[in-house]
């Protein structure tokens, strides 16, 4: 395949805390390239999913959910968002169809208005809708956007997820990939590790911890024999907190890095060394190195 045979373009998958575009972006990727949870605004970065199809090359900018930013590191994370939206070739906007149009969802609709980008609308999760219910949001969300094409998708099922790719791969222009065949993401191996951690502590704990998280990677070295070994410290806000990121005798710890250490692995594709230790810092999310570090940029 020539130059002139192929094409390449973004797609920033934006849309409103927990709507799934976490699970699309590895659907489409067709590996694991982003962090999935239950809780919202899980994912803070534009992190990067490279998919294949046929002579595309599919750029998938997964941004951070569009919420009402609350404090610094909100507004950085919605400024992400929407700098992803205007960076792109093509907007693919992923709605719960379950929770339908909620006040999140207003205000993303009442901002595309003016858009100059090529929109897709993807209703998510489907299989927890009924059909009537969906058409009715369907013929709803339309009216007021005017998508150019509107998929019915579940992320998590797979259902339509090869259909939207289709349409992704036939909607980028035409011109040269921008990264080799076998990269998936453009993230840092450190990035991933880190993320990869921080999501065992959102999916152990985030039924017991706030929106209150960080994972800072101290150092990184290659061992002789072929593996790595990784320190890395879980930043939180309180000393409460911290009591219970380790948990009764240091066993929450201790599974969050055994569970932690086994996806790192997989991801390298090499045997990994996880030590992990929590650290008490109330302003943790002023730490300039460590926006730098999740891949957001500072804002006032």
Same mark, same amino acid.
């Given at each position: 395949?020539?130059?002139? =045979?192929?094409?390449?373009?973004?797609? !920033?998958?934006? +849309? /409103?805390?927990? %709507?799934?575009?976490?699970? *699309?972006?590895?659907?489409?990727?067709?590996?694991?390239?982003?962090?999935?949870?239950?809780?919202?605004?899980?994912?803070?970065?534009?992190?990067?999913?490279?998919?294949?199809?046929?002579?595309?090359?599919?750029?998938?900018?997964?941004?951070?959910?569009?919420?009402?930013?609350?404090?610094?590191? =909100?507004?950085?994370?919605?400024?992400? !968002?929407?700098? +992803? /939206?205007?960076? %792109?070739?093509?907007?693919? *906007?992923v709605i719960d169809a379950a929770a339908g149009v909620t006040g999140e969802v207003e205000r993303i609709v009442a901002s595309l208005a003016e858009r100059r980008h090529p929109l897709f609308l993807a209703l998510n999760k489907i299989d927890l809708i009924k059909k009537p219910a969906l058409l009715?949001?369907?013929?709803?969300?339309?009216?007021?956007?005017?998508?150019?094409?509107?998929?019915?998708?579940?992320?998590?099922?797979?259902?339509?997820?090869?259909?939207?790719?289709?349409?992704?791969?036939?909607?980028?222009?035409?011109?040269?990939?921008?990264?080799?065949?076998?990269?998936?993401?453009?993230?840092?191996?450190?990035?991933?590790?880190?993320?990869?951690?921080?999501?065992?502590?959102?999916?152990?704990?985030?039924?017991?911890?706030?929106?209150?998280?960080?994972?800072?990677?101290?150092?990184?070295?290659?061992?002789?024999?072929?593996?790595?070994?990784?320190?890395?410290?879980?930043?939180?806000?309180?000393?409460?907190?911290?009591?219970?990121?380790?948990?009764?005798?240091?066993?929450?710890?201790?599974?969050?890095?055994?569970?932690?250490?086994?996806?790192?692995?997989?991801?390298?594709?090499?045997?990994?060394?996880?030590?992990?230790?929590?650290?008490?810092?109330?302003?943790?999310?002023?730490?300039?190195?460590?926006?730098?570090?999740?891949?957001?940029?500072?804002?006032?």
């Open positions: 395949m020539t130059d002139s =045979d192929q094409k390449a373009g973004f797609v !920033a998958v934006i +849309g /409103a805390p927990n %709507a799934g575009k976490s699970t *699309l972006v590895n659907a489409l990727v067709g590996q694991k390239v982003a962090i999935v949870s239950p809780k919202a605004q899980t994912t803070r970065s534009r992190l990067m999913g490279i998919a294949i199809h046929g002579p595309a090359q599919i750029l998938l900018v997964d941004t951070p959910g569009i919420f009402e930013p609350r404090r610094r590191l =909100d507004r950085a994370m919605v400024a992400a !968002a929407w700098t +992803g /939206a205007q960076d %792109a070739d093509l907007i693919l *906007l009715a949001l369907s013929a709803d969300l339309t009216g007021r956007l005017n998508p150019d094409k509107v998929f019915m998708i579940s992320a998590a099922q797979g259902d339509g997820v090869a259909d939207l790719k289709q349409a992704l791969a036939d909607g980028i222009p035409d011109g040269p990939w921008l990264y080799p065949e076998d990269e998936v993401s453009d993230a840092t191996d450190r990035m991933i590790a880190a993320e990869l951690t921080r999501e065992q502590v959102v999916n152990q704990l985030y039924q017991e911890l706030p929106y209150a998280a960080a994972i800072e990677t101290e150092t990184w070295s290659d061992r002789p024999d072929g593996s790595t070994e990784i320190r890395q410290q879980i930043l939180v806000e309180r000393d409460s907190q911290k009591a219970i990121v380790i948990g009764k005798g240091g066993r929450r710890l201790k599974q969050i890095g055994s569970a932690a250490r086994a996806e790192i692995a997989e991801h390298l594709g090499r045997p990994v060394h996880l030590f992990l230790h929590v650290k008490v810092n109330p302003r943790w999310d002023e730490d300039r190195g460590l926006y730098r570090e999740i891949g957001l940029d500072w804002t006032e």
